[in-house]
């Protein structure tokens, strides 16, 4: 019997964070005994508290999880050497545009110190096609260790979507890829339990290429609506309504919206991260390249936009709503939002702004908080840009408060008509 054998039931989850958290909770609720590990000593301690930091799962699912001893939050990556299956869910950063894999290789780093025969090695992170087998294999295989033999080793990228109601973990279908068959079918035989569909393919590449191209094909044409955006301002067309009209053709045609360029922490990391991996054989994507061009002015234009309809104010005060990357997370990471209130700070105007959800934040060491939006505090501001749609969000307070509304999600769309408010690609001239 391999030694893992006698852990079955058992598993760990490297990385608590948005995507290693829910599913440490998903798996202890049906009926594993998980050990979610994290070098980040406050969120161990919070999840000992039965305090969740992330939206997606409640108090009372980490409560529940952690009372019945079904999820054991910790730092000790000594543990591995007693569970059946290991889980890699950390971050893969970019570094100026290029992947930054230090995560990856220092959990393979710790797994390999406490590797055990008969364990499955799954990787979640969303990476280039390759990082799997030419990455991660190369440091836990050694002469008494051989994948699809001593011990499996698989692909499957997440697909959860921070701040998503509608799509509970399980029932988001379960895209699979191993090192040999022997790997792909121990890491289905896990998933099976948990998922409501697995999706096998043929390697760890092709598992690593689905997400890369999911994230990339939205990427792409999420950035092709915000150019569509901009040269209708050009055109004086409005572009929500034509792409409420173009939405009318029951074939051939998938909305996408524009917004203040695309943030976060996968849809625009992802296509770089194929991106990178097509010029190490001296090839690239243009739609790529294209798509990252569009997105990276997309800051710049709103910010001159804001100016644009302030007119000749002179020491406007400006009031942001909304600084996540999407709606109701709590999560700034590369968001454009955030990139707008800095180059409209670094301006030197007098910024402000509210998020229900991120309190305070810090920008070049000084810290921001998030005012409370009154009546008075409407009326004070000389424009309000909608960054961010909440679902929260108090719009008819800004309807009948705000100076000049400048939405940049549409979020404005059933209000009624006004001189004071402007939408992003309305194609109105100020």
Known sequence: MKVADKYKGKLAVIGLGFVGLPL???????????????????????????VSYIDDVSHERLKDAVETQHFIPTSDFGI????????????????????????VESAGKEIAKH?????LIILESSTFPGTTKDVL???????????????YLANSPERIDPGNKQYAVTQIPKVVGGITSACQKAAYDLYSQVYDQVV??????????????????????ISFMNEMAVLCDDLGINIWEVIDAASTKPYGYTPFYPGPGIGGHCIPVDPLYLQWKLQQSQKS??????????????????????????????DPKILLYGVTYKKDVADIRDSTAVEVFETIAESGADVSYHDPFIPVM??????????????????????????????QIPLDLMAQHASIIF????????????ESLFRLGDGRKV
């Not at 049906?30 to 070098?39: A, N, R, T």
């Not at 590797?115 to 364990?119: D, E, I, M, S, V």
């Not at 940049?408 to 006004?418: E, Q």
Request: glycine share 4%.
């Open 24 to 50: 440490s909770v998903t798996l202890a609720e049906k009926g594993f005994q998980v050990y979610g590990i994290d070098v980040d000593g406050r969120k161990i301690t919070s999840l000992l508290n039965k």
């Open 80 to 103: 591995m050497e007693h569970v059946q299956s290991i889980i890699v869910c950390v971050p893969t950063p970019l570094k100026d545009k290029n992947p930054d894999l230090k995560y």
């Open 115 to 119: 590797l055990q025969k008969g364990q």
């Open 137 to 151: 294999l190369p440091m836990l295989e050694r002469a008494d260790m051989k994948a699809g033999i001593d011990f």
């Open 200 to 221: 096998l393919v043929s390697s760890a590449e092709a598992a690593e290429l689905t997400k890369l191209l999911e994230n990339t094909f939205r990427f792409i044409n």
């Open 285 to 314: 994507s243009g739609f790529i390249s294209l798509s990252d061009q569009v997105n990276d002015k997309m800051v710049t234009y709103v910010a001159e936009r804001t100016k644009e309809l302030l007119g000749e104010k002179t």
């Open 362 to 391: 810090t920008f070049h060491g000084k810290e921001y908080k998030s005012i409370d939006l009154t009546e008075e505090v409407l009326k004070e501001a000389d424009i309000v840009v909608i960054l961010t749609d909440h679902s």
């Open 407 to 418: 939405d940049t999600r549409n979020v404005t769309k059933n209000l009624p008509d006004a």
